[in-house]
Protein backbone atom coordinates (compact mmCIF):
# COMPACT_ATOMS: atom_id res chain seq x y z
CA UNK A 1 0.00 0.00 0.00
CA UNK A 2 1.43 3.29 -0.90
CA UNK A 3 2.12 5.87 1.82
CA UNK A 4 0.40 8.74 1.96
CA UNK A 5 2.67 12.08 0.25
CA UNK A 6 4.33 14.49 2.52
CA UNK A 7 4.39 18.02 2.38
CA UNK A 8 7.28 18.31 0.44
CA UNK A 9 6.03 15.57 -2.52
CA UNK A 10 2.15 17.55 -2.29
CA UNK A 11 5.05 20.61 -3.35
CA UNK A 12 6.50 18.63 -5.88
CA UNK A 13 3.23 17.90 -7.66
CA UNK A 14 1.98 21.42 -7.13
CA UNK A 15 5.27 22.64 -9.14
CA UNK A 16 5.39 19.92 -11.24
CA UNK A 17 1.94 20.70 -12.60
CA UNK A 18 2.96 24.09 -13.98
CA UNK A 19 5.18 22.50 -16.29
CA UNK A 20 4.42 22.49 -20.17
CA UNK A 21 1.71 20.58 -21.16
CA UNK A 22 3.44 18.37 -23.60
CA UNK A 23 6.36 17.57 -20.78
CA UNK A 24 3.76 16.30 -18.32
CA UNK A 25 0.76 15.28 -17.78
CA UNK A 26 -0.82 15.34 -13.85
CA UNK A 27 -0.54 11.49 -13.89
CA UNK A 28 3.37 11.91 -14.87
CA UNK A 29 3.74 14.54 -12.03
CA UNK A 30 1.88 12.56 -9.52
CA UNK A 31 3.98 9.22 -10.16
CA UNK A 32 7.05 11.62 -10.44
CA UNK A 33 5.87 13.28 -6.95
CA UNK A 34 5.48 9.42 -5.22
CA UNK A 35 9.14 8.59 -6.55
CA UNK A 36 10.68 11.89 -5.19
CA UNK A 37 9.35 10.70 -1.76
CA UNK A 38 10.13 6.86 -2.19
CA UNK A 39 14.00 7.40 -2.93
CA UNK A 40 14.51 9.55 0.06
CA UNK A 41 14.47 13.08 -2.66
CA UNK A 42 13.25 16.94 -0.98
CA UNK A 43 11.77 18.31 -3.78
CA UNK A 44 11.55 22.59 -3.40
CA UNK A 45 8.21 23.77 -1.89
CA UNK A 46 6.80 26.07 -4.46
CA UNK A 47 5.15 27.76 -1.64
CA UNK A 48 9.13 29.10 -0.05
CA UNK A 49 10.04 32.19 -1.15
CA UNK A 50 12.61 31.87 -3.92
CA UNK A 51 16.27 33.61 -4.02
CA UNK A 52 16.32 37.00 -5.58
CA UNK A 53 19.14 36.27 -7.54
CA UNK A 54 19.09 39.38 -9.58
CA UNK A 55 21.08 41.25 -7.77
CA UNK A 56 23.86 38.15 -7.18
CA UNK A 57 27.14 38.85 -5.61
CA UNK A 58 30.07 37.65 -7.94
CA UNK A 59 31.46 36.44 -4.22
CA UNK A 60 28.60 33.95 -3.96
CA UNK A 61 30.48 31.80 -6.62
CA UNK A 62 31.33 27.81 -6.46
CA UNK A 63 34.38 26.83 -5.14
CA UNK A 64 34.85 24.27 -8.70
CA UNK A 65 34.65 27.35 -11.12
CA UNK A 66 36.42 26.03 -14.39
CA UNK A 67 39.83 28.43 -15.00
CA UNK A 68 39.06 31.69 -17.30
CA UNK A 69 35.30 31.15 -16.00
CA UNK A 70 33.80 34.67 -15.80
CA UNK A 71 31.31 34.94 -13.23
CA UNK A 72 28.42 37.40 -13.73
CA UNK A 73 25.32 38.39 -12.69
CA UNK A 74 21.87 39.80 -14.51
CA UNK A 75 22.72 43.18 -14.58
CA UNK A 76 25.97 42.04 -16.55
CA UNK A 77 23.75 41.00 -19.65
CA UNK A 78 22.27 44.60 -20.17
CA UNK A 79 24.24 46.88 -22.09
CA UNK A 80 26.41 49.71 -20.91
CA UNK A 81 24.61 53.16 -20.35
CA UNK A 82 25.97 56.28 -21.71
CA UNK A 83 25.05 59.51 -19.47
CA UNK A 84 22.47 61.48 -21.32
CA UNK A 85 24.59 64.44 -20.19
CA UNK A 86 28.13 63.28 -22.21
CA UNK A 87 27.72 66.31 -24.48
CA UNK A 88 28.37 68.87 -21.65
CA UNK A 89 31.24 66.73 -20.62
CA UNK A 90 33.86 69.57 -22.08
CA UNK A 91 32.01 72.42 -20.85
CA UNK A 92 33.36 74.58 -17.66
CA UNK A 93 31.71 73.24 -14.37
CA UNK A 94 30.19 76.65 -14.33
CA UNK A 95 28.19 76.29 -17.83
CA UNK A 96 27.60 72.10 -17.22
CA UNK A 97 25.78 73.05 -14.73
CA UNK A 98 23.71 76.35 -16.41
CA UNK A 99 23.05 73.19 -18.88
CA UNK A 100 21.54 71.02 -16.29
CA UNK A 101 19.46 73.72 -15.14
CA UNK A 102 18.11 74.25 -18.48
CA UNK A 103 17.46 70.51 -19.06
CA UNK A 104 15.63 70.37 -15.90
CA UNK A 105 13.44 73.20 -17.45
CA UNK A 106 12.80 71.59 -20.74
CA UNK A 107 12.15 68.40 -19.19
CA UNK A 108 9.43 70.60 -16.30
CA UNK A 109 6.08 70.25 -15.92
CA UNK A 110 3.75 73.42 -16.62
CA UNK A 111 2.92 73.61 -13.48
CA UNK A 112 6.36 73.55 -11.88
CA UNK A 113 7.50 76.44 -14.61
CA UNK A 114 4.96 78.84 -12.74
CA UNK A 115 7.54 78.86 -9.85
CA UNK A 116 9.17 82.67 -9.65
CA UNK A 117 12.41 80.84 -8.35
CA UNK A 118 12.59 78.04 -11.09
CA UNK A 119 12.16 81.33 -13.81
CA UNK A 120 14.71 83.03 -12.50
CA UNK A 121 17.47 80.23 -12.25
CA UNK A 122 16.85 79.41 -15.95
CA UNK A 123 16.65 83.10 -16.87
CA UNK A 124 19.99 83.04 -15.33
CA UNK A 125 21.05 79.92 -16.99
CA UNK A 126 20.32 80.65 -20.57
CA UNK A 127 22.33 84.63 -20.09
CA UNK A 128 25.18 82.73 -18.96
CA UNK A 129 25.45 80.27 -21.78
CA UNK A 130 24.72 83.10 -24.28
CA UNK A 131 27.50 85.17 -22.99
CA UNK A 132 29.99 82.07 -23.66
CA UNK A 133 28.50 81.49 -26.90
CA UNK A 134 27.50 77.99 -25.68
CA UNK A 135 25.12 76.02 -28.63
CA UNK A 136 22.18 75.11 -26.73
CA UNK A 137 20.42 73.42 -28.96
CA UNK A 138 23.47 71.72 -30.54
CA UNK A 139 23.67 69.87 -27.37
CA UNK A 140 20.24 69.26 -26.52
CA UNK A 141 19.71 67.61 -29.85
CA UNK A 142 23.03 65.72 -29.06
CA UNK A 143 21.96 64.35 -25.70
CA UNK A 144 18.34 63.36 -27.56
CA UNK A 145 20.06 61.04 -29.86
CA UNK A 146 22.17 59.49 -26.76
CA UNK A 147 19.10 59.07 -25.19
CA UNK A 148 17.19 57.68 -28.43
CA UNK A 149 20.63 55.50 -29.00
CA UNK A 150 20.40 53.74 -24.87
CA UNK A 151 17.13 52.90 -25.37
CA UNK A 152 17.71 50.79 -28.49
CA UNK A 153 20.75 49.38 -27.25
CA UNK A 154 19.61 48.58 -23.96
CA UNK A 155 17.20 45.92 -25.30
CA UNK A 156 20.08 44.68 -26.95
CA UNK A 157 23.22 41.68 -26.21
CA UNK A 158 26.09 43.10 -24.06
CA UNK A 159 28.78 43.19 -26.47
CA UNK A 160 31.38 42.76 -24.65
CA UNK A 161 30.48 39.58 -23.05
CA UNK A 162 30.25 37.90 -26.04
CA UNK A 163 32.32 34.63 -26.72
CA UNK A 164 33.02 34.74 -22.90
CA UNK A 165 33.01 31.40 -20.85
CA UNK A 166 30.52 33.04 -18.28
CA UNK A 167 28.90 31.53 -15.06
CA UNK A 168 25.49 32.49 -14.40
CA UNK A 169 22.80 31.92 -11.41
CA UNK A 170 19.02 31.77 -12.41
CA UNK A 171 15.92 29.90 -13.03
CA UNK A 172 14.72 27.20 -15.76
CA UNK A 173 12.09 27.67 -17.65
CA UNK A 174 11.78 23.86 -19.62
CA UNK A 175 11.22 23.90 -23.25
CA UNK A 176 12.59 20.38 -24.07
CA UNK A 177 12.83 16.81 -22.57
CA UNK A 178 14.62 13.50 -22.71
CA UNK A 179 12.48 11.26 -20.50
CA UNK A 180 12.74 12.87 -16.79
CA UNK A 181 15.61 15.33 -17.74
CA UNK A 182 15.38 19.23 -18.96
CA UNK A 183 17.58 19.46 -21.98
CA UNK A 184 16.28 22.42 -23.33
CA UNK A 185 15.05 25.72 -21.31
CA UNK A 186 14.60 28.98 -21.31
CA UNK A 187 17.21 30.51 -18.10
CA UNK A 188 15.83 34.10 -16.42
CA UNK A 189 16.43 35.86 -13.43
CA UNK A 190 13.23 35.44 -11.51
CA UNK A 191 11.89 32.30 -10.24
CA UNK A 192 8.71 31.41 -12.22
CA UNK A 193 9.46 34.37 -15.22
CA UNK A 194 7.19 34.04 -18.10
CA UNK A 195 4.97 31.67 -16.15
CA UNK A 196 3.72 33.14 -12.79
CA UNK A 197 5.32 36.82 -13.48
CA UNK A 198 5.99 38.63 -16.19
CA UNK A 199 8.48 38.16 -19.00
CA UNK A 200 11.35 39.52 -18.43
CA UNK A 201 13.14 41.89 -21.17
CA UNK A 202 14.74 39.75 -24.19
CA UNK A 203 18.45 40.65 -22.63
CA UNK A 204 17.74 39.25 -19.45
CA UNK A 205 16.11 35.80 -21.14
CA UNK A 206 19.32 33.16 -22.00
CA UNK A 207 18.75 30.69 -24.38
CA UNK A 208 20.09 27.04 -22.88
CA UNK A 209 20.63 24.19 -24.21
CA UNK A 210 21.92 21.20 -22.60
CA UNK A 211 22.39 17.31 -24.36
CA UNK A 212 23.44 15.53 -20.73
CA UNK A 213 19.82 16.76 -19.29
CA UNK A 214 19.08 18.29 -16.17
CA UNK A 215 17.50 17.17 -13.55
CA UNK A 216 14.10 19.08 -12.67
CA UNK A 217 11.24 19.13 -10.21
CA UNK A 218 10.53 22.50 -9.78
CA UNK A 219 10.43 26.72 -11.48
CA UNK A 220 11.46 27.44 -8.24
CA UNK A 221 14.68 25.62 -7.89
CA UNK A 222 17.85 27.75 -8.80
CA UNK A 223 20.50 26.57 -11.03
CA UNK A 224 24.41 27.72 -12.06
CA UNK A 225 24.94 27.72 -15.75
CA UNK A 226 28.19 27.00 -17.47
CA UNK A 227 29.20 28.19 -21.01
CA UNK A 228 30.33 30.37 -24.18
CA UNK A 229 27.43 33.32 -24.22
CA UNK A 230 26.80 34.34 -27.75
CA UNK A 231 23.80 36.77 -29.48
CA UNK A 232 21.10 35.28 -31.15
CA UNK A 233 17.64 35.98 -30.89
CA UNK A 234 15.67 33.09 -30.24
CA UNK A 235 11.92 33.04 -29.65
CA UNK A 236 10.38 30.28 -28.16
CA UNK A 237 6.32 29.21 -27.45
CA UNK A 238 6.15 28.18 -23.77
CA UNK A 239 2.72 26.56 -23.55
CA UNK A 240 1.41 26.24 -19.82
CA UNK A 241 -2.00 24.91 -18.30
CA UNK A 242 -2.95 28.56 -17.87
CA UNK A 243 -2.33 29.89 -21.39
CA UNK A 244 0.43 30.64 -24.30
CA UNK A 245 3.23 32.81 -24.24
CA UNK A 246 6.04 33.64 -27.11
CA UNK A 247 9.23 33.93 -25.24
CA UNK A 248 12.15 35.86 -27.19
CA UNK A 249 15.47 35.95 -25.97
CA UNK A 250 18.54 37.85 -26.71
CA UNK A 251 21.38 34.89 -25.97
CA UNK A 252 21.76 31.38 -26.27
CA UNK A 253 24.50 29.44 -24.53
CA UNK A 254 25.12 25.43 -24.83
CA UNK A 255 25.66 24.72 -21.49
CA UNK A 256 29.32 22.79 -20.01
CA UNK A 257 27.80 22.69 -16.70
CA UNK A 258 24.53 22.66 -14.49
CA UNK A 259 24.36 22.86 -11.27
CA UNK A 260 22.38 23.09 -8.44
CA UNK A 261 22.55 26.95 -7.02
CA UNK A 262 24.45 27.27 -3.50
CA UNK A 263 26.15 30.60 -2.29
CA UNK A 264 28.81 28.77 -0.45
Not at 12 to 30: F, G, M, N, T
Not at 78 to 83: I, L
Amino acid sequence: MNKPLSVFAIGALLALISLPVAAQSVEQAWQSAIAGQQHGGVPIDPLATPLDLTRTPVSASPPNLSTGVRVIGWPDLRPAHVPSETPFDDLRPFLRDAMRIHVEWRTSTPREREDTVFIERHEAALTLLSMHQVDVEGLMKERRKIIAQNGKAGRGPNLELLGQSIRLPGYVVPLAFDETKVTEFLFVPVAGACVHTPTPPANQIVHVTYPQGVAFSSIFEAFWIEGELVAEDTRSDVLFYDGASNVEARYRLTAKAVEVYKTW
